[in-house]
T-cell receptor, first 115, second 115 residues
Framework: AQSVAQPEDQVKVAEGNPLTVKCTYS??????LFWYVQYPNRGLQFLLKYITGDNLVKGSYGFEAEFNKSQTSFHLKKPSALVSDSALYFCAVRGPRAGSYQLTFGKGTKLSVIP | EPEVTQTPSHQVTQMGQEVILRCVPI?????FYWYRQILGQKVEFLVS????????KSEIFDDQFSVERPDGSNFTLKIRSTKLEDSAMYFC?????????????FGPGTRLTVL
């Protein structure tokens, strides 16, 4: 069965500093990986995805993520954090099994950007 | 920008009652999903729907649950006889064709409270 781990419940960074939100996954075969962000009282907003190709993918709002197959990781990064980036971040994986489109989510990481 | 909408935003019901949660997916999307998030827990997949039939469902999606696309725009989740443990945030999502590679777009959620 596929799974996602987000080892940090909370990440705090100062505004302007780089941020990293960690994600590791377990899936048979080549994964499809996604990052979503959830603001208070809002749904999940898509940030970026890795399907194939370049290991560094760029997404919305200046976020990027690096796929590392050997470490089975897909960490979310941003060079310079903004206070408005404070939110809950979810990593998700979709396995390669044909006909299966369900996303398996991590438990989420709360990002707090301190002014 | 097109978005997934859900109604109501909050539903309170008595245990044993039937509830119907409604969603309007993005208009050109072909795949539809329901997920739920119990307070403090992970987002969990319930069911996916394509071409007017269920394509995949999780263990959570038992006989008490059903989904329907009653017309060309709505997608509904029915819980026939609610239990206390059904209290959660329910998210609807949709995606375009080739769902494996396509990101899923989520609605803002319906918070279901079962008393």
């Amino acid at each position: 069965a596929q799974s996602v781990a987000q080892p940090e419940d909370q990440v705090k960074v100062a505004e302007g500093n780089p941020l990293t939100v960690k994600c590791t996954y377990s899936v048979s075969g080549n994964p499809y990986l996604f990052w979503y962000v959830q603001y208070p009282n809002r749904g999940l907003q898509f940030l970026l995805k890795y399907i194939t190709g370049d290991n560094l993918v760029k997404g919305s709002y200046g976020f990027e993520a690096e796929f590392n197959k050997s470490q089975t990781s897909f960490h979310l990064k941003k060079p310079s954090a903004l206070v408005s980036d404070s939110a809950l971040y979810f990593c998700a994986v979709r396995g390669p099994r044909a006909g299966s489109y369900q996303l398996t989510f991590g438990k989420g990481t709360k990002l707090s950007v301190i002014p | 920008e097109p978005e997934v909408t859900q109604t109501p935003s909050h539903q309170v019901t008595q245990m044993g009652q039937e509830v119907i949660l409604r969603c309007v997916p993005i208009s050109n999307h072909l795949y539809f999903y329901w997920y739920r998030q119990i307070l403090g827990q992970k987002v969990e997949f319930l069911v996916s729907f394509y071409n007017n039939e269920i394509s995949e469902k999780s263990e959570i999606f038992d006989d008490q649950f059903s989904v329907e696309r009653p017309d060309g725009s709505n997608f509904t989740l029915k819980i026939r006889s609610t239990k206390l443990e059904d209290s959660a945030m329910y998210f609807c999502a949709s995606s375009e064709g080739l769902a494996g590679a396509r990101e899923q777009f989520f609605g803002p959620g319906t918070r279901l409270t079962v008393l």
